[in-house]
């Protein structure tokens, strides 16, 4: 019975030894089958995850720098608008400026242009009234000629003197000895 009990306790599980010797061997091997498949494909695929690790990361730490570089430009560009924007309202503030003084320019040109014309018209009317007193000058000398051959020409008393005079003002008119 021990022949049979050793024979029964080594196929318990109906495993015989060359079973269990090539299932351990099969072990053995797939170990030894990991620890190469481990050395030259595991390590190479992990050293590329971690260089592909560090690439991420260092790109996401260049994207972080870059983005904070935009900041900065952004923040210079906004201050340079601004600066324009300061630059734009002082050119338009002198632009102004010198509008006015254009301004105020030609309106001194236009009365000092207005004054000459003025002193022009006043010359004018100056010369207009000595020709109207020559002119009245001469009437009178006329007036006087004619009086004056009336008188030679038949003894006048006052009445008839008197006469002339009114006939003679009358003739010339009232408003040529009022100017």
């Known amino acids: ?105 030609i309106i001194e040109e236009a009365k000092a242009e207005a004054g000459r014309i003025i002193d022009r018209a006043n010359n004018e009317i100056e010369l207009e009234k000595k020709r109207a007193a020559d002119d009245m000058k001469k009437e009178i000398i006329a007036v006087a000629t004619a009086m004056a051959s009336k008188v030679v020409s038949g003894k006048i008393d006052a009445d008839i003197q008197e006469s002339l005079v009114d006939d003679t003002l009358n003739e010339m008119g009232d408003n040529t000895w009022q100017s």
């Not at 351990?24 to 592909?52: D, E, G, H, T």
């Not at 338009?92 to 320019?105: D, F, P, T, V």
């Open 1 to 105: 019975m021990t022949g049979i009990l050793a024979e029964e306790t080594t196929r318990i599980f109906n495993l015989d030894s060359q079973l269990l010797f090539d299932a351990l061997f099969l072990a053995v091997n797939i170990f030894l089958l990991f620890l190469v498949a481990s050395y030259f494909l595991f390590n190479p695929v992990r050293n590329l995850l971690k260089k592909r690790q560090d690439m991420i990361e260092a790109d996401i730490e260049a994207a972080k720098k870059d983005k904070e570089d935009a900041a900065v430009l952004k923040s210079e560009y906004d201050e340079k608008i601004k600066a324009a924007d300061k630059d734009a309202d002082m050119i338009l503030a002198e632009a102004r400026k010198n509008g006015l003084a254009k301004e105020e320019q």
